[in-house]
């Protein structure tokens, strides 16, 4: 459905295209790396969703959802509505087959997102789903939000970027020298661990899928920043990567050797 692109890094600064959904023929593109940098690609990823906003309280951001040609078979939701109704901090729990993760979003920084989250939760898309994909070298996610469990599926709606947290990261110098030698522009931030943020394949792809990160990692500031993880979660999350992935995208980045399960997210 939609193509695929790479971010070229050096080896010391492995950076996934962390993608939110795509065609199930790109499949076997998923399972590629750049040959010319240590680079990992991701399930593709969703519909332009217009012009990226910063944050907002509720009431007063205007959000946007255009129907995409992407969806998870047999699941249907309904697109959120376009006035965020929440604010502030929402705490959400995942329950999954590792133990309770614990989220904290941030209505005001990145409410559009919040919102879809929110939304796809009370509808019940995240249950009974399972994690796709692990890395282990570079940078450290866990990433999720698929029912399909291919990396190729969303909830046929997209949605643009929220950057203004991911902007105020801190940067990596070095990492930030080695990807602007690899010819790629702007700065690279450290990802903090507790950080969960928007998996995409480029600006204003935002779909359902989304990233946990359990150890500090460098990434530019293109992937929506909207919440944190409690340290049982984080803790979790990386007792978990002890175990690997299966390298099916590449050589620490594939599906988790010990599946992570979700069986319900709850808001409140």
């Known amino acids: 459905m939609l193509s695929r692109a790479s971010l070229a890094l050096t080896a010391l600064v492995p950076v996934l295209l962390l993608s939110g959904c795509g065609s199930a023929g790109s499949k076997a593109a ?155 522009s702007g700065d690279v931030k450290t990802y903090p661990a507790g950080t969960i943020a928007m998996a995409n394949a480029g600006p204003n792809t935002n779909g359902s899928q989304f990233f946990l990160v359990y150890a500090d990692s460098p990434l530019p500031p293109a992937y929506t920043v909207f919440g944190t993880i409690d340290a049982a979660g984080v803790k979790a999350i990386k007792t978990d990567a002890a175990a690997g992935s299966d390298d099916a995208y590449g050589t620490g980045d594939g599906h988790p050797k010990k599946p992570v399960d979700i069986t319900a997210v709850t808001v409140g």
């Open 30 to 184: 998923d399972s590629s790396t750049s040959s010319t940098a240590t680079t990992t690609t991701a399930p593709a990823g969703t519909a332009s969703a217009g012009t990226a906003t910063g944050g907002a309280p509720a009431g007063t951001a205007s959000c946007s959802y255009p129907t995409s040609s992407e969806g998870s078979a047999g699941i249907k939701v309904t697109a959120p509505p376009t006035t965020p109704s929440t604010s502030g901090t929402v705490a959400v729990t995942m329950k999954t087959s590792i133990g309770d993760i614990g989220l904290s979003l941030d209505a005001d920084g990145a409410p559009c997102t919040v919102n879809s989250f929110v939304s796809l939760a009370k509808q019940g898309y995240f249950d009974k789903t399972s994690c796709h994909r692990l890395t282990t070298q570079g940078i450290a996610v866990l990433q999720c939000g698929d029912p399909s469990g291919t990396g190729s599926g969303g909830p046929g709606y997209s949605f643009a970027d929220e950057l203004t947290t991911a902007k105020a990261l801190k940067t990596d110098a070095e990492a930030t020298k080695q990807y602007q030698a690899a010819g790629q």
